[in-house]
Each structure stands twice: as C-alpha cells, then as structure tokens.
Nanobody
C-alpha cells in the first residue's frame, strides 16, 4: 500500500505561482511512476504530468508544458509540482497518483493506469 497526501493548493491570481506537494508513505518508491492529475467541476480527471521516481524523467500535458514542473525528493519521499504562470483554466482539484512499474511515461496519461491516489488539493486561479 502507498499512502499519498497532497498539500499546497490555494487561491492565486492569474500569472501567479504555487507549489504542490505530495507526501508518500508505505513503500519505497524507486520503481514507481508518479502522476499529477487535475479535475475541474463537471469535467473528467485530466493528466497534467508524470515523473519516473527512479531517474526523475518527466512528461507533461501540452497545456502545461513550459509552465509546470514536476520533481521529487527521495530523502523526503515527497513529490512536487511547481505551477507557474497560472491561468484561470488551471483551476481544479489536483491529485497525485502512483503506479508500481509503470510503462514509459508517454503511456501513463490515463487515470486508470494508476493504483494509488491522494485526496486532492484545490487550486483556484482568479482572473
């Protein structure tokens, strides 16, 4: 079992920044793929980014490429998502997720690829 707890969400003006954290416990994550997803009201859960815990390689949705950055701190067992140049359309609940021995990151874009999920943290971007 992997437990994931997100934090760091909040209300920010357009153009602002936030840093989301996802604290993981229960397993060593060296062979896990981690994902970030978001869900706006009335919409399906949407892929944001994926990161390989072992080597830190990343893959991003086109809508966030160049603005968001995923990283991990193995010593703290924590995943991060840096959100810059935020837009109102970035508003939603942001979730981190984990999957053991995931495929290449380009294939890790569907929510059903991931087994473990956090409870989410709300990000609201005002215009």
């Amino acid at each position: 079992q992997v437990q994931l707890v997100e934090s760091g969400g909040g209300l920010v003006q357009a153009g602002g920044s936030l840093r989301l954290s996802c604290a993981a416990s229960g397993r060593t994550l060296s062979r896990y793929v981690m994902g970030w997803f978001r869900q706006a009201p009335g919409k399906e859960r949407e892929f944001v980014a994926a990161i390989s815990w072992s080597d830190g390689s990343t893959y991003y949705a086109d809508s966030v490429k160049g603005r968001f950055s995923a990283s991990r701190d193995s010593a703290k067992n924590t995943l991060y998502l840096q959100l810059n140049s935020l837009k109102p359309e970035d508003t939603g609940v942001y979730y981190c997720a984990a999957r053991f021995r995931g495929a290449a990151l380009v294939y890790m874009k569907r929510p059903d690829e991931y087994r473990y999920w956090g409870q989410g943290t709300q990000v609201t971007v005002s215009s």
